[in-house]
């Protein structure tokens, strides 16, 4: 009898594991990811620019007040870097937002983050590692992916297949294209679409999905916050597909 009892919970024991991890997700009303470009046409100022607009967004009253607004008041959130193909690092984990500590405490740790520089720009890396990071203690009413570049995909598989991966899981891929005046160290994107035309079309996909365009770096601050603000809103408003900050 006891040993019928000890199998019994032992075949039991997936399925109840199974429940627990599913019971164990935290409400969120967004997961989001930010994916930003370290390649090497982002040099060490204008990859400042861009952490420094990171952080500056997370202490911004008006998202903070979009955090708090939705039918949780919280979102999960992350932050990686990206670069080649096989060139992802996580320099901020998974955090829930639900108060004005919490959101600097996010922007802190984006400040603290480390600041590299690699080579080539795998878009397509990027989305691929992003989509494996949801699922990861949270569950959100929206899954979004936020993806900050100046550049066009030169690593990795073709875009177009990552996308279509992504997209599947029922991800939502918007963009900020940065159109940095310096010229591109690649000679292969002689000939391509202006990169927010490349965006728009090869890029953001998904429920509700938009494009920011930044014209230059030093325009990456207004044009983020903006960003993480429409895609925190509760409920969001439909807006242009793309959006132009100078």
Not at 51 to 74: C, H, K, N, Q, W
Not at 105 to 129: E, K, N, Q, V
Not at 170 to 175: D, E, K, V
Not at 190 to 200: I, K, N, S, T
Request: proline share 7%.
């Amino acid at each position: 009898m006891l040993r019928r009892s000890l199998l019994g919970a032992a075949l039991a024991s997936p399925a109840l594991f199974r429940t627990t991890r599913a019971r164990a997700a935290t409400p969120v009303d967004v997961e989001l990811v930010l994916a930003v470009d370290v390649s090497r046409s982002v040099d060490p100022e204008e990859q400042e620019l861009q952490f420094a607009g990171y952080e500056a967004a997370f202490r911004d009253r008006r998202l903070i007040e979009g955090i708090m607004g939705g039918p949780v008041g919280a979102i999960a959130c992350t932050m990686f870097t990206w670069s080649d193909w096989n060139i992802q690092s996580v320099v901020v984990p998974w955090t829930r937002l639900d108060s004005p500590a919490s959101a600097h405490g996010f922007a802190d740790a984006i400040a603290a983050a480390p600041r590299r520089t690699w080579l080539y720009t795998s878009i397509s890396g990027a989305m691929d590692f992003a989509a494996r990071q949801f699922g990861q203690g949270f569950e959100g009413t929206r899954r979004v992916v936020d993806i900050s570049g100046d550049g066009v995909n030169n690593s990795g598989r073709p875009i177009a297949e990552a996308r279509e991966e992504a997209l599947a899981q029922g991800i939502t891929l918007n963009g900020l294209a940065v159109l940095d005046r310096q010229p591109s160290p690649f000679p292969q994107t002689v000939g391509l679409p202006p990169l927010d035309v490349y965006y728009r079309e090869e890029v953001i996909g998904g429920p509700g999905a938009f494009l920011v365009v930044a014209e230059g770096f030093p325009a990456f601050e207004t044009a983020v916050r903006r960003k993480i603000i429409r895609e925190i809103a509760a409920a969001p408003a439909p807006g242009a597909r793309v959006e132009r900050f100078a």
